[in-house]
């Protein structure tokens, strides 16, 4: 809902002293480049600063990586419940947000958090997550990858200076200054050009005029952006206008990409009603899972968790695929997360007896949850932050195990391959978008 219509409802709200907003903006993907804005930046927008991973270790990362992952497949059930279109998210961008929120959290605020989230205690989320933003962040890589946090914070609204110090050492997450009171629509502006600076301009005016107001106090930000050119491209010469079955009755035309396989060998496993192929992207650091149902998605969709990924992927093995054919895609998604996190058990961070007094001695509450992320798909690779011919060619060679033909609805993921951590996650059930 619009700050300003939940502004309305607000103030006929019993408790009249619970007066002060805080609104997590937790954004997908990013790009860079240094814009003027009307307040100062927290930092140039495509050089985050590094964080501090004195204390990490190998074990305390793969809790962190777990922990993010079973988050991944929590969110993206209660954001597919019902809905039909695509899905497109980064788990990793929303449980980076949460994080810092998470650190200024008590009581009972704090236990829901740690529990929808499954985040470790302090001592060893910190080094860890900072481990892992460190190593998004690296300089010397065949790709685009980036990820960013950021605080902005009313000008003259006292936080924590044990907090911010927390969240700037291991979070990166420098604060700035702007004026919710006086100047709303140029603090928004001045959030919007940042973020539109980081996703590579993805993502514009993620924050609208009514979203804020005198009341917001601090607005936290994660941006994550990435870029990938595929280890075996598409050959361009190769995509047509062929079929895509939407639903078992609605069948539209698309550009279907193929690949030239010849004697390159694929991570890939056929479990007869599905299958699971990973495309890796240069340097093979980076990448993609399609998880491809032999029919009904939604059969798929019920039993996809962080231990049955696991399982397809202990099953996966080198192959030699006779072809390989998905479809071009780009599409963006929009979501505002405040049921779904409280669905899944962070209520009181949205009511009025939260408890954020680790981060301020003000009454402060979440007022939105706002995921906004954009995916193109093409010949060539991949960018994520977190885009016609009449002929129909007959598919040229015999229907096999050994070919994979992503033409229905199917699920991927973009990971980090060495720890498995899901960057990305989504579902294509149309193409055009």
Do not use: C
């Not at 998604?333 to 680790?358: C, H, R, V, W």
């Not at 033409?407 to 978008?433: S, W």
């Amino acid at each position: 809902m619009a700050l300003s219509g939940y502004l309305s409802s607000y103030l006929n709200f019993k408790h009249m002293t619970k007066k002060i907003l805080f609104s997590g903006i937790f954004v997908l993907i990013a790009g860079a480049a240094v814009a003027a804005g009307l307040f100062f930046y927290p930092y140039e927008p495509k050089k985050p600063p590094r964080a501090d991973d004195a204390g990490a270790t190998a074990n305390g990362i793969k809790q962190a990586v777990v922990a993010n992952n079973e988050f991944a497949f929590d969110m993206y059930e209660k954001i597919a419940k019902g809905r039909k279109g695509n899905i497109f998210f980064s788990p990793y961008s929303v449980s980076s947000a949460m994080a810092m929120v998470y650190e200024g959290a008590k009581g009972k605020t704090k236990d829901e958090i740690k529990k929808v989230f499954n985040f470790s205690e302090y001592s060893v989320l910190r080094s860890n997550y900072a481990a892992i933003y460190n190593n998004i962040n690296k300089e010397e890589k065949q790709y685009e990858l980036r990820t960013g946090n950021a605080l902005w914070v009313q000008q003259d609204y006292p936080l924590i200076g044990e907090y911010m110090d927390i969240v700037e050492k291991y979070y990166g997450g420098k604060a700035a200054n702007v004026d919710f009171i006086k100047e709303p629509a140029r603090s928004a502006n001045t959030i919007n050009e940042f973020i539109e600076e980081q996703t590579n301009g993805k993502i514009e005016n993620i924050l609208s005029a009514g979203d804020v107001n005198p009341l917001t106090k601090l607005i936290i930000t994660n941006a994550i952006y990435f870029k990938g050119m595929w280890e075996s491209e598409f050959d361009k010469k190769l995509t047509k206008e062929e079929e895509f079955r939407i639903t078992a009755n609605e069948k539209i035309m698309t550009p279907m990409m193929h690949m030239k396989t010849g004697e390159k060998m694929f991570n890939y496993a056929d479990f007869g009603d599905s299958q699971i192929l990973e495309l890796p992207y240069k340097s093979g650091e980076i990448s993609m899972l399609i998880l491809l149902p032999a029919d009904d998605i939604e059969s798929m969709e019920k039993i996809l968790t962080n231990k049955k990924i696991a399982e397809y992927k202990t099953a996966m093995g080198k192959t030699e695929l006779d072809a390989i054919a998905m479809p071009k895609f780009e599409f963006d998604a929009k979501y505002l997360m405040n049921d779904a996190l409280a669905s899944m058990g962070m209520k009181t961070a949205f009511a009025d007896n939260a408890d954020f007094s680790g981060m301020s001695k003000g009454d402060l509450f979440i007022s939105d949850v706002i995921h906004q992320s954009y995916i193109k798909v093409d010949e060539a690779g991949t960018e994520a932050a977190a885009a016609t011919a009449t002929g129909v060619a007959e598919w040229a060679l015999p229907l096999r195990r050994t070919v994979f033909r992503a033409d229905h609805p199917f699920i991927f993921i973009i990971e980090e391959k060495a720890t498995g951590d899901i960057l990305f996650m989504g579902k294509v059930t149309d193409p055009r978008g």
